[in-house]
């Protein structure tokens, strides 16, 4: 069977819409995209382009929100206001002006914010403000396995087959991506089926609070402890070996291209550049250095949701000229 560009996207976290309404809300928000800055044949290539929603919002709404959906009217709303701006207004001096209405606090926003870390009091607020987070870390729940899963089947399915696979996720989605991509590599009976050295071409992270230290010691992979041989032990190039197995089992070995987008403001991912927390994938050759890319400068997201800025906001990304241009490039390439 021949291989097939196909692009997958994972929402994150909190109460959701319907799967129909959400899915609808994100594409509608790259299209616009597309034809702000391209043209609208490529967002009618986007229409036709293979592509999968990965979505798990019925299982956090059935398990922490009484099964309640949330309603659309709000994003809907929030998208329509960023669809009113050129490329040229994503500027500092706009958000500048919408964030003096104050921050519209989604999920974790003042809970990943390296203070507490320091006070190492932030998982006890993560708890409080985000139970689904602290579900999604035990390894052994039903939550995180029927989370996982949405993103394995087809993701396996697809790299078995050699496709050429661009993914994009947000916010606790990064996550679940990540933690999804390290079994991939990893587990036999993922391994087995994929075959060797099929990769993610480009995995591209918003607003993802993967550089967080409470998120990095909970990532697949993290607790893994380094060979330490015997006293005594004489066989240098055995013991190396071992420790080089070791080192490379903490990460994923399946990611070709990686591109990291932060906003000002968006506390959810407040270590933006996390390049340096992933640099040990670099230097065990795991990812190119010029393969994991991130700006120096983060993006201004322009989305306002009740009235207050929201930088973390999923579709503020979406629609952005930064992100838009790396995926008419993967496209079109």
């Not at 293979?50 to 979505?55: M, P, S, T, V």
């Not at 922490?64 to 050129?86: A, H, M, P, Q, V």
């Not at 009976?189 to 993610?200: L, S, Y």
């Not at 050759?285 to 120096?296: R, S």
Request: with cysteine.
């Amino acid at each position: 069977m021949p291989s097939t560009k196909r692009i997958l996207i994972i929402h994150g976290r909190a109460q959701k819409p319907k799967k129909e309404e959400i899915r609808a809300i994100w594409y509608e928000a790259i299209k616009h995209g597309l034809k702000r800055d391209f043209n609208p044949q490529l967002a009618d290539q986007f229409d036709s382009f293979e592509k999968e929603f990965i979505y798990y919002g019925d299982i956090t709404n059935k398990r922490f929100f009484s099964n309640e959906y949330e309603g659309k009217d709000l994003r809907i709303k929030t998208l329509d206001k960023l669809k009113t701006y050129s490329a040229d207004d994503f500027n500092e001096n706009n958000y500048d002006n919408l964030h003096t209405f104050g921050f519209f606090n989604e999920g974790l926003a003042d809970f990943f914010s390296s203070p507490l870390n320091l006070f190492n009091i932030g998982e006890s607020l993560i708890k409080i403000k985000a139970p689904d987070v602290i579900e999604y870390w035990n390894k052994d729940s039903e939550f995180n396995h029927l989370v996982q899963e949405r993103l394995i089947s087809p993701l396996k399915k697809y790299l078995a087959n050699g496709d050429e696979i661009m993914l994009i996720a947000h916010s606790l989605g990064t996550i679940i991506s990540y933690d999804v991509l390290w079994q991939l590599s990893h587990l036999n009976e993922f391994k087995n089926a994929i075959g060797p050295d099929k990769k993610v071409n480009l995995f591209v992270t918003l607003g993802s609070p993967l550089g967080d230290i409470h998120v990095k010691d909970n990532l697949r992979g993290a607790s893994l402890s380094i060979y330490s041989p015997p006293s005594g032990c004489k066989n240098n190039s055995l013991k190396e070996e071992l420790i080089a197995k070791d080192k490379i089992r903490q990460y994923p070995t399946n990611i070709h291209k990686w591109v990291n987008i932060s906003a000002e403001d968006d506390y959810i991912c407040h270590d933006s550049h996390i390049q340096d927390d992933f640099q040990e994938m670099i230097d065990l050759d795991l990812i190119k250095k010029e393969n994991f890319i991130e700006e120096e400068d983060k993006i201004y997201n322009l989305a306002v949701k009740g009235e207050k800025s929201n930088p973390h906001a999923s579709v503020g990304y979406l629609i952005h000229p930064r992100f838009i241009k790396i995926l008419a490039e993967w496209m079109t390439k």
